[in-house]
C-alpha cells in the first residue's frame, strides 16, 4: 500500500547548523503537507505542496516537492532552540478515504544552544 | 487559532473502565479525525467521520468506538480500557475547501490531545 517513509528518525545539530529531513513514497502524491509538533505538544500545520517541482519558503523554512511528486523535503536554515520538535509529513491515503492523510515517521529535531 | 478542544487532558484509569475521551470543534468542519500516537512515534488513523451520522475505522486497528450525532462533537470511547489502550490520542477536524490549484486542501487542525494511562 501506499506508504510515506521519513529520514532521519533523530537528527541533533548545533544552533546555527542547518537541518534537512526528507519524504520519500513510491507512488506519486497529490500533494504533501508539512506539522510541527512541539514536545508534549500536538501536530500543527505547516505548509501545503501541490505543484510538480513546487518551492516554498517561511522565513528560514525552505519546503520543496520534487519533479515527480513522490518526494519532499523540509529544509531549516541556521537553527535556532524554537526549531526543536518532531516534523512530519504527511500525504493523502486514498486507500480509506481520498480526504485522509498518511502521516511520515516524523524527524525528531534537537538543536544544541 | 484552531478551535478544537479535547476532555480529559489526562486520565490515569484502571482496567476494565469504559471511558469516553471528548473532542468538539467550532470551526464547522465536516470531516473529523482519531488518532493514535505513542510518544515520539507517528501517528495512527483510527476513526473518521465526513460528517454526521458517518464514521470509519481508520487503518490502525483500534477497540474504540466513535459517533458522529452532530457536526462539531466526535467522542471516542472504550468500553474496557486495557494497558496496551495507554497511548496518546489526538482528535483533528479540517474542512472541505479547495485550493488554489483545485486540489482538495485538507490541512487538519488538532487539538492538543489526551494523554491516557490505563493500569
Known amino acids: 500500500g501506499q506508504q510515506v517513509m521519513q529520514i532521519p528518525q533523530y537528527q541533533h545539530v548545533q544552533e546555527g547548523e542547518d537541518f534537512t529531513t526528507y519524504c520519500n513514497s513510491s507512488t506519486t502524491l497529490s500533494n504533501i503537507q508539512w506539522y510541527k509538533q512541539r514536545p508534549g505538544g500536538h501536530p500543527v500545520f505547516l505548509i501545503q505542496?501541490?505543484?510538480?517541482?513546487e518551492v516554498k519558503k517561511q522565513k528560514r523554512l525552505t519546503f520543496q516537492f520534487g519533479e515527480a511528486k513522490k518526494n519532499s523535503s523540509l529544509h531549516i536554515t541556521a537553527t535556532q532552540t524554537t526549531d526543536v520538535g518532531t516534523y512530519f509529513c504527511?500525504?493523502?491515503?486514498?486507500?480509506?478515504?481520498?480526504?485522509?492523510?498518511?502521516f511520515g515517521t516524523g524527524t525528531r529535531l534537537t538543536v544544541i544552544p | 487559532e484552531a478551535d478544537i478542544y479535547q476532555t480529559p487532558r489526562y486520565l490515569v484509569i484502571g482496567t476494565g473502565k469504559k471511558i469516553t475521551l471528548e473532542c468538539s470543534q467550532t470551526?464547522?468542519?465536516?470531516?473529523m479525525y482519531w488518532y493514535q500516537q505513542d510518544p515520539g512515534m507517528e501517528l495512527h488513523l483510527i476513526h473518521y467521520s465526513y460528517g454526521v451520522n458517518s464514521t470509519e475505522k481508520g487503518d490502525l486497528s483500534s477497540e474504540s468506538t466513535v459517533s458522529r450525532i452532530r457536526t462539531e462533537h466526535f467522542p471516542l470511547t472504550l468500553e474496557s480500557a486495557r494497558p496496551s489502550h495507554t497511548s496518546q490520542y489526538l482528535c483533528?477536524?479540517?474542512?472541505?475547501?479547495?485550493?488554489?490549484?483545485?486540489?482538495?486542501?485538507?490541512?487538519?487542525?488538532f487539538g492538543p490531545g489526551t494523554r491516557l494511562t490505563v493500569l
Open positions: 483533528a477536524s479540517s474542512d472541505s475547501g479547495t485550493g488554489e490549484w483545485g486540489d482538495s486542501y485538507n490541512e487538519q487542525f
Open positions: 470551526m464547522g468542519h465536516d470531516k
Open positions: 504527511a500525504a493523502p491515503l486514498h486507500q480509506t478515504g481520498a480526504n485522509n492523510l498518511f
Open positions: 505542496l501541490v505543484k510538480s517541482g
